[in-house]
């Protein structure tokens, strides 16, 4: 039998959604301030993952803000939550999963002549990248008088880190304080200038230490939240350096960007993904600007955790720098790729190589690490 996966995924209602995430080993939910089922990361963990995979109904897509931080459908949550479980699913066991749990079919019969452009095989789910047409990736964006409630004063925590005043009001950071919302406020554009998201820094503590320190600001009934994959973060500034001098830094942190906009000016050339991940969309946005040179540049590794085992650390380090090649992997068949590590103890555990300034950031520069492409496969 075969489906219909787009019909079928519209249908789902979130009890649904709710019974599938059971299936696939998330027990319970929670729900955050905008009506948003919140469950456990079992994109990546294979039990007992943390509350950070946020399910948005309209859009019918998950975004999962630890360490997957991608978006990405009900189906290919299926897929990574059985790899966790160490199975294979392929995308037509993916949606057979999703249709023996919700008990929804849409299927499309055996007739072979029937046409219809969402029918799903293994065969038509390779083939449909041969003839997909360019596919649309501008983000929806938000109405700019969203900016008038923000607080327009650099805050001092910001300041301390060495970011100016000039770049903090540029970049049109600002504060936000009302009733549980209380943090910098950091607005997303899109390369063509509009407002796409803003995001939190909280200054929460209590936030921090549940791991929401950087989250989609919510004001009123809406959260102005957006598709991180999709779009990389102060290229609206930068892009014109970025194609002037046909290379990209990209950094996990919008900080990264505002440090380096404060040591090169337009110089600057530097971008953002807002996670540890770098997509498939991020890598075709500087291809489009004719980068010929890609410096990676996310945070160093985090330290020993209290009770982890050498072993277990090494293992995870080592995981952490397969990662990173295969990042760099969708970037060598078109550019020259680079690594920034830190090998001499430069930096602190998860500092990005913009931290500690300028001087340090060039000697990463000076030492990075080209990747080839057989490295990268």
Known sequence: MRYDKDKLKESLSIKDIHKIL?????????????????YRTVCHNKTKGSFKLYYYHEKQQFHCYTECGDTFDIYELVIRAKKQQGISFTFTQAIEFVVNVSGKTFGLGFTPSAKNEHIVDDWDWISKFKKRKKIETRLPAYSETVLDVFMKHPHEAWL??????????????????????????????????????????SMIQE???????????????????????????????TQKAIKRLKKAMIFESEKSVLKCQDFYGDLNFTCAVCSNNISNFHRDILLSLDVDEVFIALDKFRGIKEGESNEKYKEKLKNYEEKILKLAAKFTPFMRVYVLWD??????????????????????????????TREGE
Do not use: C, W
């Open 22 to 38: 059971q299936e696939l080993g998330s027990e319970t939910y929670k729900i955050d301030s905008s009506g948003n089922p919140i």
């Open 160 to 201: 301390n880190e060495g970011i100016s005043h000039e770049t903090i009001i540029d970049f049109e950071i600002g504060y936000y304080f009302r009733n549980r919302e209380e943090g910098i406020v950091i607005p997303h554009r899109d390369i063509y200038g509009r407002l796409i998201g803003i995001r939190r820094r």
């Open 207 to 237: 936030d921090v230490d549940n791991g929401r320190k950087y989250m989609p600001l919510t004001i009123g009934n809406t959260m102005y939240n957006h598709q991180t994959v999709m779009n990389l973060y102060g290229l609206h500034k």
């Open 343 to 372: 090998t001499k103890g430069l930096l602190d555990y998860k500092d990005s190589p913009a931290d500690k300034g300028k001087e340090v950031l060039e000697e990463l520069m000076s030492n990075k690490i080209e990747i080839g």
